[in-house]
């Protein structure tokens, strides 16, 4: 009698360990991937908002795949691609041929993503890049389509429209330092970026346009994402006599050239991207000298793009102690992206997928997403910028509140004027307002 109760429990066990396989073959879980610099703020967005999301998927019962409901599993890969495109490419291997996930969202630094972008490619697995903003991870797309289909943009918008985002905030910015300061002749601008492949685009980008904004480069320089002392960049900048520095940083860089610049109280304004001053910590981790500056951004407190806008910010606030900054848009990738299209067409295919998600036009917390075409009619799978869609916003730093302050009465066209719920009035540095006001 023992012995055939231990051959039932033996074999109960073994019954139950076949069944979870072949649950796991046969997709009771939905898998997907969450890759990304996760020792560093941008990974750690990323794994945020996709927890966000899995979790109020599976509260819900899941996703309805056909005449089942799926929970969604979440499979952490640490890229550390700051440091090595080879960790990048080995985690999204684990990834697709390890862990089979079904779909894949994430990635930063461009030089990663796009060799992270192949071996998703060959394995045909969609895969949403949630921060890289290199324009060829999308004209990959229009180019070898059948290959790179599998592929698009989650946010945020390509390089090129960043720089047209920030062009526009430079030029806000001109105009107020011009009138309120009383500047006779052109606005002075040093243009300072990291010295990063998403970012070289930049530079014939402003050396070509400032020049037609009434505006005078004075500069350019190029320091490490990651250097920790930058006031010989800064002192020569002050030398240079700029009214604005344009910033575009997305890496650690940005903390000791905010903190470094206001300590050395240079009489310019710090305007562009700096994806660390996005972030809640940034105040202590510039100990107050990041004050004023102003940066393009996806969300702030209070600023509200649409219905979806508040209810996202809030909550992921109250989960995680801030606000959330764009890589944390893996949320809207999952929510609003991928959900959708497995639920309307009842599958986890992805050619079925990709045929209807590059058509959708639909909401997400940062306002409508509607993929693009190239000059061609071929479809690019990069996000729409402009009015009614994708702008970002702008926020500054204001006596340690990050606030918002564009678009707030931005005329793009004739008969439009865009302004964002809670925006405020941009400050200019007091010690500026004091140097040309003496």
Not at 30 to 59: C, R, S, Y
Not at 92 to 100: A, D, H, N, P, S
Not at 175 to 190: C, D, N, T, Y
Not at 283 to 297: C, E, K, L
């Amino acid at each position: 009698m023992k012995c055939f109760k231990k051959s039932m429990f033996v074999s109960a066990i073994i019954f139950l360990f076949t069944v979870s396989l072949w649950a796991t073959a046969f997709g009771q879980e939905i898998k997907i991937g969450v890759i990304g610099p996760m020792k560093f703020v941008q990974g750690i967005g990323h794994w945020n908002g996709a927890t966000m999301a899995a979790d109020e998927l599976n509260a819900k019962g899941g996703v309805k795949v056909g005449d089942k409901m799926m929970k969604i599993k979440l499979i952490q890969a640490d890229s550390n691609e700051f440091l090595s495109v080879t960790d990048a490419t080995n985690a999204m291997e684990r990834l697709i041929t390890k862990e089979k996930v079904n779909f894949v969202v994430g990635g930063f630094r461009t030089e990663a993503v796009m060799a992270m972008q192949d071996i998703a490619m060959d394995k045909r697995v969609i895969f949403i890049g949630c921060g890289a903003a290199h324009p060829e991870l999308c004209e990959r797309v229009a180019k070898y389509y059948d290959q790179y289909k599998y592929f698009f943009r989650g946010t945020p918008y390509s390089s090129s429209d960043l720089v047209k985002a920030a062009f526009i905030h430079v030029g806000t910015v001109g105009a107020i330092v011009k009138q309120s300061l009383k500047i006779e002749g052109p606005i002075k601008v040093a243009f300072v970026a990291e010295k990063a492949q998403w970012a070289d685009p930049m530079v014939p980008a402003v050396q070509a346009t400032l020049p037609k904004m009434g505006m005078e480069l004075v500069g350019v320089w190029r320091p490490s994402p990651v250097a920790t002392d930058v006031s010989a960049e800064l002192s020569a900048i002050q030398r240079a006599g700029a009214h604005i520095i344009f910033t575009i940083f997305s890496s650690s860089v940005g903390i000791p050239f905010a903190r470094q610049g206001g300590e050395l109280k240079i009489p310019a304004i710090q305007v562009g991207i700096n994806v660390e001053a996005q972030k809640t910590e940034f105040w202590q981790a510039t100990r107050g000298m990041g004050n004023y500056v102003i940066t393009s951004n996806t969300y702030a407190e209070g600023v509200e793009q649409n219905e979806l806008t508040t209810p996202f910010v809030e909550g992921y606030k109250k989960r995680y102690g801030e606000i959330p900054t764009y890589t944390a848009d893996t949320y809207a990738a999952i929510i609003y992206g991928i959900v959708p299209a497995i639920e309307q067409t009842g599958s986890l295919n992805s050619d079925v997928l990709v045929a209807i998600m590059e058509n959708r036009v639909y909401k997400v917390p940062s306002g409508t997403v509607r993929y693009t075409k190239d000059n061609l009619g071929r479809p690019l799978h990069d996000l729409t910028f402009g009015p009614g869609y994708l702008t970002g916003i702008a926020t500054q730093w204001q006596d340690g509140k990050l606030v918002g302050v564009w678009p707030n009465g931005w005329k793009p066209a004739p008969g439009v004027d865009v302004t964002y719920k809670g925006m405020k009035p941009i400050k200019l540095p007091p010690w500026m307002i004091k140097a040309y006001k003496k």
